[in-house]
């Protein structure tokens, strides 16, 4: 279970959008590696329009076989019946923020908004519940 939520002058939510379970393989890490830029040993994240296209020899298969749920409206989301083992969570979400230069209120035009995805690595074992808090990036 999980919920994305922002920093200070950041909103990052997923509600309405995928959240995606990956066993922790050797492809998942080398996968998390490039596409995330870095070794994923706890959290990382990517924006869409910034990061560089990027394929993958097998990725449609991999993330196929992943499993799938969607954020509620609030940014909560769950998996149920997950085996033990180490996984990464992705959440495709929206970044929603403002540029710390201005020292008035802002109306919603000066708002920032990006696509893009966090990644957090878990550990699952004996079927205890594993819950996710943010403050994301």
Sequence with gaps: QGKVIGAPATYVSCAGRVVTLIPYTDYA???????????????????????KSMKFEGEAAFLA???????????????SNVADGDFLVVANVQWMGKYQG??????????????GSVVKKISVSGGTRKVLTGPWP
Excluded: H, I
Excluded at 66 to 73: F, L, P
Excluded at 102 to 115: R, T
């Design 29 to 51: 890490r080398e996968w998390a590696l490039r596409f995330y830029g870095k070794p994923v040993t706890d959290m990382a994240y990517r924006l869409t329009d910034r990061g």
């Design 102 to 115: 201005y020292g008035f209120g802002l109306s919603q035009e000066d708002m920032d908004v990006e696509d």
């Design 65 to 79: 076989a992943s499993r799938k749920t969607e954020c509620d409206e609030k940014g909560n989301f769950s998996f």
